[in-house]
């Protein structure tokens, strides 16, 4: 077990632990955005950040999502220092971020108030990789991916084509936080046009060695209202 | 005489289940709406519910550890969580159940933040009642349920490849090389296949991979082969193969569809002067003919139509262009005072490397004629000319032959209609071998054995085959050389007891995983291939007699979910079930709470995995039990996970309605939904609108 001090009151927690973990189990609020129980902590969004004050020299800020619980530390969650580093960077996310509801409630608990930055390009991702970790993780597929690098980084499929291993599951959409995800246009997932042609294809596929005859694309044709010269 | 042992553990009392119930304030997100303490109290009066705790966090390290003590401690054996998406964290809690000691599917994960908190934040008490019922039917699909064990399967270190063109060698070789065993199999007598590239670079290199193929020991080849039958799953198939006048039977754990394309015969259909009117194909025979010593090429005027055929015009095969030309520059060479023109609509000089091209400016050099047609205008061979439209000039020419060359478009070999069925592979309009759409699948089989490359899927030219031949066998290795398959979401399984043999199910599976079966050599009988399943429902609808289990989505499970739902309803408004397939509108319903778009609470929605498993026995368990309406959603057409599961859905509804009406019943009050994963908006609209037309038909 690991012993440190948290807002003045001493905790013990196993070893292993992130700052963060340790405060969520102890019901200590610390805000943030790129984290999520399911995925591998990535340190991102740096909302997280809480002092870490040493036993000598100045204090530092640490995100906690990635910084181990080390024996005696001594953590302020809620200190000048770490409250307005966090202000300042939820107002830098959302200067780029669509004005979501998670965003606006974001915004009303970090206290900003007004955004005095603005992106060149309007873009709502602010890049906090929770699409592309959850792809990996969750999903086990990796269809996308962070492209390029600074300010033209952003997500997207390899080559920026179709990419053939999306499934189309959608998880990339709801662990969006800024509602920035684009499916289809990200992923290239293509919702595709009912074609008479496309059936009779997909009732070969399904019909296997029985042949149906015939009969069968005329009902799904009828079905569906697709007229007979088509495809 | 002694009694087999496992008598004794059937008279041994059946342990009731012990479901722990683990609330999720979510910090203030659920908490914050919902009454979590309230929720609590009513979850210990569930059935079947020994334990039900409130965590802030489930999901956190504290949380997790809680859970697996509290397994322990309380000797639970099912596992309801009631907290986010589950598509986000089931796998989190089935891994913590598991280091538990229980198994996976013992763990469900329900959904009272998108689906509750975050939608219905005005109406805390609606709220309330709908995450009661939420966890109700949790519970209750809980206690109905049987664990799936995981399916295993070998992988067989052998791959088939179908067809000894240069893709398939390369294929071969590519593969032995890696140490895995290949076995090729060719329709003709020797290897080589239909390469119809014209660069003799490429029939070299396709003769030295042939030669280098026979003499590798790990690549076996059998000519003038055929497969006549195809079972087993990915990683172990066995093909059986006609080979000479015998049957062979082979396990292999990859099969690679690599066979060639071949020029399309002229149509007989079409009457043409045949003395005069050749393909290209029988145009090369008539070259290699003049090159005989003492014999010249006859005819004069030599016309050649690129493009002949009309189908071509909308898939290029990609190699006529360049054999026309290599043909015009031979005739050319033989008769320096031939004309020589060759129509086109386009020129599509493919392949890499400068040799092609060079073709090209070297046959305009000996005075070979290129005009251009229009698509809309195609030549018109006449008796003695050929007459087209110039589309630089807008003149009509004519064109005097003693031969007209027609370039024929690629086709599949005559027997491709019968692979695809073999392997299960769709045709595209050509009647190509069309690659498994991916994404369509879950991602189960994102490596499934089967790849099809080179001109079995278009006509491709060398440099495409070999590309496409080197990336399939990276693929097929990868595939090759894990150790086992392991599928651990439920699939069909077929109680042949039951089972009629009226084959009403391998019908309708997607995936050819229900085989018919000789049973005492007279009935037939179904027989699941485990590791084909999709696990997608549809020919647990259509048994007549109810035989095929799939555990998760039973006959039991879903109407036990109903029932909760409807007991535990409280009051207001009317009471609408949804069953909602999890790639679409499960996925819809959270995107709604994401996006905090509220629709009515008294919407209770049931997780179905796939639309294809929408039973209308279940549809009418929902009416029988006081339920006002049923809304179905599923994936649009033609974006099913499983095919067509969708449509089979939609006819199965529209029957059902038209039966509702049949008996008196309002078919209003069962209405289906298409609706993509993203669509929360059209979700929350189309519960709304619903819940609207119910209370104006005042139905009940």
């Known amino acids: 077990m690991v012993h440190l001090t948290i807002n003045e009151k001493p905790f013990e927690v196993p070893e292993g632990w992130s700052l963060l973990e340790a405060c969520r189990e102890f019901g200590i609020h610390v805000p943030t955005l790129c984290h999520h129980p399911a995925l591998e902590p990535y340190g991102g969004c740096r909302l997280c950040v809480v002092e870490l004050v040493p036993a000598k020299g100045k204090p530092r800020l640490v995100a906690s999502c990635v910084y181990p619980c080390e024996e005696g530390a001594v953590v302020r969650t809620d200190s000048e220092l770490a409250v307005r580093s966090r202000r300042l960077t939820g107002e830098l996310l959302l200067a780029g971020a669509y004005e979501t509801p998670r965003m606006l409630a974001l915004a009303e608990e970090l206290g900003v108030r007004e955004v005095r930055f603005k992106m060149p390009e309007e873009s709502a991702c602010v890049l906090c990789g929770l699409c592309v970790r959850a792809c990996r993780e969750i999903v086990g597929v990796s269809a996308i991916s962070v492209i390029r690098r600074g300010i033209a980084k952003r997500v997207s499929t390899p080559f920026q084509v179709a990419s053939s291993r999306c499934i189309g599951c959608g998880t990339c959409v709801l662990i969006c936080p800024t509602g920035a995800f684009e499916f289809s246009g990200t992923t290239g997932y293509q919702h595709v046009p009912p074609s008479a042609s496309a059936y009779r294809l997909g009732y070969y596929r399904v019909s296997g060695e029985l042949d149906l005859g015939p009969t069968f694309v005329k009902d799904l044709r009828d079905l569906l209202e697709i007229p007979q010269d088509e495809g | 005489m002694t009694l087999p042992t496992s008598i004794e553990t059937h008279t041994s009392e059946p342990r009731s289940p012990r479901v722990g119930v683990f609330v999720c304030d979510c910090g203030k997100a659920i908490a914050g709406v919902v009454d979590a303490e309230a929720l609590r109290r009513e979850a210990t009066r569930l059935p079947g519910v020994v334990y039900a705790t409130r965590e802030d966090y489930p999901c956190s390290k504290g949380g997790l550890a809680r859970l697996q003590r509290a397994i322990a401690e309380h000797e639970l054996d099912r596992v309801l969580i009631a907290g986010c998406a589950p598509r986000l964290v089931e796998k989190l809690f089935q891994a913590t159940v598991q280091r538990a000691d229980l198994d996976p599917s013992y763990v469900n994960v329900v959904n009272i933040r998108e689906q509750v908190a975050m939608v219905h934040a005005e109406k805390p008490t609606a709220a309330l009642q709908k995450a009661i019922g939420t966890v109700a039917m949790g519970v209750a699909r809980l206690a109905a349920s049987t664990a799936a064990p995981a399916q295993n399967g070998r992988v067989v270190r052998t791959a088939l490849v179908i067809g000894s063109g240069l893709s398939g060698l390369t294929v071969a070789l590519a593969l032995a090389e890696g140490g895995i065993r290949v076995i090729v199999i060719e329709r003709s007598d020797n290897l080589g296949g239909g390469v119809t590239d014209v660069q003799a670079r490429t029939r070299e290199q396709t003769a030295a991979k042939a030669q280098a193929a026979l003499a590798h020991e790990l690549i076996e080849t059998l000519l003038n082969a055929h497969i006549l039958e195809v079972s087993g799953h990915p990683g172990d198939y066995e093909v059986k193969i006609e080979h000479g006048d015998q049957v062979l039977s082979l396990a292999c754990g990859a099969i690679i569809a ?204 060398s440099a495409e085959a070999l590309f496409q031949a080197y990336l399939t066998s990276a693929r097929a290795a990868r595939f090759i050389n894990q150790e086992r398959i392991t599928i651990e979401t439920p699939v069909a399984s077929i109680d042949p007891g039951l089972c009629t043999g009226c084959g009403n199910c391998a019908q309708v599976c997607p995936t050819l995983a229900i085989r018919l079966k000789k049973r005492d050599g007279v009935l037939s009988l179904s027989a699941v291939e485990v590791l084909r399943c999709l696990g997608c429902g549809n ?139 993203d669509d929360g908006l059209k979700f929350a609209r189309a519960a709304a609108d619903f819940v609207t037309e119910l209370e104006k038909e005042g139905a009940g």
């Open chain 2, 258 to 461: 690599s066979n060639s394309a071949q020029p399309k015969g002229l149509d007989i259909a079409r009457w043409f002067d045949r003395s005069r009117v050749r393909t290209q194909a029988e145009f090369e025979g008539e070259l290699d003919h003049a090159t005989e010593p003492g014999k010249n090429l006859g005819p004069k005027d030599i016309v050649m139509v690129f493009c002949a055929e009309g189908s071509q015009l909308e898939r290029c095969s990609r190699v006529c262009c360049n054999l026309g030309i290599h043909q015009a520059i031979r005739a050319k060479e033989l008769n320096p005072s031939a004309n020589v023109t060759i129509l086109f609509r386009e020129l599509y000089v493919g392949g890499i490397g400068e040799a092609y091209e060079a073709e090209l400016a070297r046959s305009r050099k000996l005075g070979v004629t290129f005009f251009r047609y229009r698509q809309d205008l195609p030549p018109v061979i006449g008796d003695q000319t050929v007459d087209v439209l110039d589309p630089l000039t807008g003149e009509p020419l004519r064109l005097p032959f003693d031969r007209v060359v027609l370039t024929m478009p690629l086709v599949p070999q005559a027997d491709s209609r019968a692979l695809a069925m073999l392997l299960g592979l769709p045709q595209d309009e050509a009647g190509f071998l069309a690659e498994p759409r991916l994404r369509l699948r879950p991602g189960r089989y994102v490596d499934a054995g089967i790849y099809v490359l080179g001109s079995a899927q278009q006509p491709a030219d």
């Open chain 2, 539 to 677: 020919c647990v609808v259509v048994c007549p007699v109810k035989a095929i289990a799939l555990p998760g989505w039973d006959d039991l499970e879903t109407p036990a979910q109903i029932s909760a739902a409807l007991d535990t309803w409280g009051d207001g408004g009317p009471k609408v079930l949804a069953l909602a397939c999890e790639w679409s509108a499960y996925g819809a319903a959270d995107m709604a709470g994401v996006q905090r778009i509220p629709y009515p609470a008294n919407v209770r929605l049931i997780r179905m995995n796939c639309s294809a498993r929408f039973d209308s026995y279940h549809i009418l368990w929902a009416f029988l039990n006081g339920a006002d309406g049923v809304l179905l959603g599923a994936c649009p057409p033609g974006e099913c996970h499983y095919g067509l599961g969708n449509l089979y859905a939609r006819e199965r509804i529209e029957k059902l309605r038209a039966e509702l009406a049949a008996h008196g019943v309002n078919p209003c009050r069962l209405r289906l939904e298409f609706l993509t994963v």
